[in-house]
């Protein structure tokens, strides 16, 4: 079972979806609460951690040394039933196995990490921490009499939007007509939905519940998702107080004690700084950044480059990647395109723009040539560009929107007025504002600072 120090202290099991998106709050949480003197454990699901595998493998490979393990956590791995070879081609099928394949394992697992089995001087496991995506993982805690807590890794509008989910189906919402993407059903406005100010319109709800299925899976996946959270001890959100109070006090009679604790990577520094511990923000990812970018960076005067990605997972066809091509050819503006490997095409790369398949998000977001980001809005992105005062999106007043599928010239006209145009300027002067409060609720004496320590004392003390 191991000493007796060991056994008073926390032990936390974090489960995070397998995609970027997800393990890096997930890797930044375990951090935060390693430097709050919790043990922390993260579980990979097989194909994940193989992938994750190769491409330290190749990082190795092209480094003179590899990278040290990460101090701050272990790492254990349960079996999903997926193959390299044959990974799944749909979220339905990756979401329909892990259900399926990793529930017994799990448990498992927790009931060895409760004994100490093979693992000596680690404390037993008093808290799980499950990725919303994941509810597998919060049964199995339940089944096996561990507490679980909830990390929803997105926004908290974003957790209102899944709540909404059966609602849009009680008021006959959803299912949607077969032609609703051009009979105006997106633009229908939901003004009944809590904390939301606004012309909140279904177009802005999360995009699965865009379905004329009434019986789509990942509808009521998501549904039986909230379901599992509204039971769990407490929600972690990655997200500032000052953003989202309205919708956060729309959401506290919803659910469990909600912890706020974003941006995780400024809070796991100020965390490290105070306890004098080294610590770092980088996050192990199956794409190989590119090396060359951020001397590239280097040459470029203040302000004066625009960076676009559409992170790790979302997708384009060909006809739209040649259009984006085209319009940051012509923005007049030097540009970083992150173009992953998969969505590669024939696209002509102006003379003064630069094409990688992946790159250092954060440090490039901080580097004092990049003025402006366009972006697919994932939270972590919203989260890191607010953080380095980068214009990036509408939320806040921070940013401007591209309409869906727009042309090479709307592309082009939008940077140029974002990037010199009063719009670009407003949108600067907001974001320093953002970034300011984002500082803050980090720090120590913040709200998301302290939230970590409210954490620790109020659920998983309380465990042991």
């Not at 930044?28 to 043990?39: E, K």
């Not at 209102?160 to 229908?188: C, H, K, N, W």
């Not at 005062?389 to 090479?408: D, K």
């Not at 145009?421 to 984002?438: H, S, V």
Request: some cysteine; proline content about 7%.
């Amino acid at each position: 079972m191991g000493s007796s120090t060991a056994q008073q202290k926390p032990h936390v099991v974090l489960v995070p979806f397998p995609a970027h998106g997800h393990v890096a709050p997930h890797v930044q949480l375990a951090r935060a609460l390693h430097a709050r003197g919790v043990h922390a454990t993260l579980v990979h699901t097989e194909l994940h951690h193989r992938r994750l595998l190769q491409a330290a493998k190749a990082a190795a490979d092209d480094a003179a040394t590899a990278a040290p393990a990460d101090e701050a956590f272990a790492v254990e791995v349960i079996p999903d039933g997926l193959s390299l070879d044959d990974p799944p081609r749909t979220l339905r099928a990756a979401h329909e196995a892990m259900e399926r394949n990793c529930l017994e394992p799990f448990k498992a697992l927790l009931r060895d990490l409760l004994l100490g089995t093979g693992r000596p001087g680690v404390p037993p496991v008093t808290c799980v921490v499950a990725d919303t995506p994941m509810p597998f993982a919060a049964v199995a805690a339940r089944e096996v009499g561990v507490p679980d807590v909830q990390f929803f890794t997105a926004s908290a509008a974003g957790l209102m939007g899944y709540l909404q989910f059966q609602e849009l189906v009680a008021r006959e919402i959803v299912p949607l007509s077969p032609a609703y993407e051009t009979d105006g059903s997106l633009d229908a406005p939901l003004d009944w939905v809590p904390g939301m100010k606004g012309a909140l319109r279904l177009r802005d709800m999360p995009t699965f519940c865009r379905t004329t299925d009434a019986d789509d899976w990942l509808l009521h996946f998501h549904v039986h998702q909230m379901k599992i959270a509204a039971a769990s001890k407490a929600v972690i959100l990655n997200t500032v107080d000052d953003m989202e109070k309205d919708v956060l006090d729309a959401l506290a009679p919803l659910l469990p004690p909600i912890y706020t604790v974003g941006p995780l990577a400024s809070v796991v520094v100020a965390l490290a700084s105070t306890a004098a511990a080294a610590t770092t923000t980088s996050t192990m990812g199956v794409l190989q950044e590119d090396k060359e970018c951020m001397a590239w960076l280097d040459g470029k005067a203040a302000r004066s480059v625009v960076y676009f990605s559409v992170g790790s997972h979302a997708s384009m066809g060909d006809a739209q990647l040649k259009e984006i091509a085209s319009g940051l050819a012509r923005c007049g503006s030097p540009y970083l395109w992150v173009l992953r490997p998969e969505m590669a095409a024939e696209v002509e790369v102006g003379e003064d723009g630069l094409v990688v398949p992946w790159c250092p998000q954060e440090a490039v977001l901080n580097h004092p040539a990049v003025g402006l980001f366009v972006t697919h809005c994932g939270w972590n992105s919203i989260l890191e560009s607010v953080v380095a005062g980068v214009p990036v999106c509408m939320a806040w007043g921070i940013g401007g929107e591209l309409p869906r599928g727009a042309g090479s010239d709307e592309i082009a006209g939008l940077v140029r007025e974002m990037m010199t145009g009063r719009k670009g300027k407003d949108a600067r002067e907001k974001t320093l504002l953002w970034k300011r409060l984002a500082q803050l609720s980090a720090q120590q004496g913040g709200s998301s600072y302290d939230n970590i320590g409210r954490l620790v004392e109020n659920i998983l003390l309380k465990e042991i």
